[in-house]
């Protein structure tokens, strides 16, 4: 978390995945996502301090509240309610784990308080290569 007119909301530590060439896993293990109320409650302190760009980040955006039997349009939904002139901005997202919820995801991008833009990891366009890697997606 920063101050100033963009803010960093760390929404989530480590992963579902078990890529083989990332260390992460190890040093950050298992998926655990903030609770929505201490992400809404931070972001609204941001906003209310002046910030206008909110950025979520997390080893990986998407999975953000599997662990706790919630999605990313739940958190989203709630966050783009929160009063102010305020956008987010999407941090890295696993296509694995975004791709199940892609559908739920789009339409909220065009909210005008949402940025427009994703990065979205897709490491090689060779099946064998994601394969090796267990990324768990093919290049499809
Ligand atoms: S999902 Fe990302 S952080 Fe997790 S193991 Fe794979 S590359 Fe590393």
Known sequence: MTGGAIGVVQIAEGCLGSCRYCITRQARERL?????DVISATVRMLVKQGAREVQLTAQDVASWGIDRGQCLRDLLSRLLDLPGSFRLRLGMMNPRTLLPIIDDLIP????????????????SGSDEILTAMDRRYTKE
């Open 32 to 36: 655990r996502s903030q609770p929505e």
């Open 108 to 123: 909220l991008l065009s909210h005008p308080k949402m940025y427009q833009f994703v990065h979205v990891p897709f490491q």
